[in-house]
């Protein structure tokens, strides 16, 4: 339903007219993101969930008005930031304000003492990883959508990056950060180094998908560039194996920065060879040249005690060079009848390799290649990743095809008690799951959303909310 031209007036008057945008190609621009459901949605010309308006806002006041005006009229706002989401989750599933959020940009702030950097919550991730590097420091939070995701955007949706395995995932790396909160009261959330006043009431909003509030500026930690990295590829008998030996240098403390172990079908990609028939483990430690040369040591100990072959570390090298690449999933999706996909879920040491086997298993009939990889390293288990794609005769059943897809893998999940997401979030992929995924905790999630969002207008439609 458009909205009444006295909101429209209202959100002009707080942001400016130029920045309330009504023309039709703007709003089924912001009703799509990176989802390949979506991405199919957008190629036959399909916008199930599209704003009736898009406020693009400029400082924090831009976004407390906009929540202000959305609350007197009782409209859902849903923010979008940079919309590499890859399941739906800034689709406006019921209309209202898409909320703009890229534009948040403007100076960052490094601290060299306290070892911190504070951006606004639209800088692109990349940008600012690019403009620390130039002074010798890092963030070393690298998802594979670095150059085109927000720093917000990664509190909001629990991002992490290909070297958490020594770094973390962004509850590792943010110190602090500014919220507006749904009637438009702005909160600042911090706890630097560490603090015991109640609960860490910055958990709150990390992976809540715009749910709860708005993140406006956020405070991260930086570390100085690694001076030396050492980088190995092994040949391991098989995913048992490499599970073994991932767990293995869990067990001994070790921080490697890279770990990736690949099955034998996504192995022929990542080594770039065709006819590689193997399974393949990434390997790479950093820091002081001691530590790392120790922690690598260790490890070819640990891998070669289980079987493995060094190959020399030109494919890790090779990977890292490529490592933003999303061609081959994009160029699929692009043709007609054309399907990629991506799912991420975690389980336990004592369970992912039965995860695996099944959810391999079942994907097996749906895809032309099912490709697996480990690559987020915790002491309790590992995250999997499954890369699927394939082809039908049109999009219309591509769209059926990923469908079937998330459905199977989902219930493959759930009847293993695996996580449903490791880190893409929920979004629109997933929200029929989250109850069954969080059981007795998506009660107190429910009564988080009530206490912060009691119309329920902040992104409705998300996490079962
Ligand atoms: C090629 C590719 C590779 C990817 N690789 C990774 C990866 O390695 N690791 C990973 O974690 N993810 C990855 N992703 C997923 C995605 O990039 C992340 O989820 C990212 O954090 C989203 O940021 P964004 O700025 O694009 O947010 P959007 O897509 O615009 O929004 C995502 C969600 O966050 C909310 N949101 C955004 N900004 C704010 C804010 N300021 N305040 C409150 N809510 C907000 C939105 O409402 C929405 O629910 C990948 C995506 C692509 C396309």
Redesign the pocket.
């Known amino acids: 339903m458009p909205e009444s031209p006295k909101l429209l007036r209202l959100l002009s008057a707080a942001v400016g007219a130029e920045n309330v945008l009504t023309d039709p190609a703007v709003l089924a621009a912001s009703s799509h ?2 989802w390949p459901v979506s991405t199919k949605w957008s190629r036959r010309g399909e916008h199930p969930h599209q704003a009736d308006v898009v406020v693009r806002a400029r400082s924090e006041e831009d976004v407390a008005a906009v929540l202000r005006a959305a609350e007197e009229f009782g409209t859902p706002v ?9 399941t739906g ?2 689709l406006p599933t019921r209309g209202g304000i898409v909320l703009d ?1 890229s534009g948040l940009t403007g100076p960052h702030e490094i601290d060299e003492i306290d070892m911190t950097v504070t951006a606004p ?2 800088v692109n991730g990349g940008d600012l990883e690019d403009a620390l590097n130039e002074t010798g420091w890092t963030m070393r939070f690298s ?3 670095l150059y ?3 720093v ?3 509190l ?2 629990l ?4 070297f958490s395995s020594r770094y973390g995932g962004v509850e590792d790396l943010v110190v602090g950060y500014r919220v507006v909160l749904a009637d438009g009261a702005v909160a600042e959330l911090t706890a630097s180094p560490r603090a015991a006043m109640g609960p860490d009431l910055r958990q709150l909003f990390l992976g809540s ?2 749910t709860l ?4 500026r956020v405070t991260l930690k930086i570390v100085p560039l690694p001076a030396v990295q050492h980088l190995q590829t092994f040949l391991v008998p098989g995913v048992g194996a490499g599970l073994e030996i991932m767990r293995d240098q869990a067990a001994r403390g070790l921080r490697p920065s890279l770990l990736r172990l690949y099955d034998t079908d996504e192995a022929r990609h990542a080594m770039s060879d065709p006819d590689f028939d193997g399974t393949v483990l990434f390997v790479g430690t950093e820091g002081e040249p001691e530590t790392a040369e120790a922690e690598m040591a260790v490890i070819t100990r640990i891998a070669t005690g289980r079987g493995a072959t060094a190959l020399g570390p030109a494919p890790v090298e090779a990977w890292l060079g490529r490592r933003f690449d ?1 061609s081959s999933v994009e160029k699929r999706l692009d043709t007609p009848g054309g399907f990629a996909e991506t799912i991420e879920v975690a389980h336990t040491w004592r369970h992912i390799e039965g995860l695996y086997t099944d959810v391999r298993k079942a994907l097996e009939p749906l895809a032309d290649e099912v490709l697996v990889h480990f690559s987020h390293v915790y002491p309790q288990g590992t995250s999997m990743y499954v890369i699927l794609l394939g082809q039908v005769e049109d999009d219309a059943g591509a769209s059926d095809r990923l469908a079937e897809i998330w459905a199977t893998t989902m219930q493959v999940c759930l009847d293993h008690g695996a996580e449903l997401s490791h ?3 929920g979004g629109l992929a997933r929200s029929p799951y989250s109850r069954r995924s969080l059981g007795s905790a998506h009660r107190v999630l429910r009564r988080v959303k009530h206490a912060l969002d009691p119309e329920g207008l902040l ?1 409705p439609g ?1 996490l079962g909310l």
């Open positions: 993101d990176t849903t923010t979008r930031a940079l919309g590499s989401s890859v989750q800034p959020v919550a639209g998802p594979q959508s085109r995701s927000s917000g955007g990664w909001a949706t991002a992490t990056g290909q998908e715009g509030g708005i993140v406006t999303f880190h893409h979030g992104n998300k």
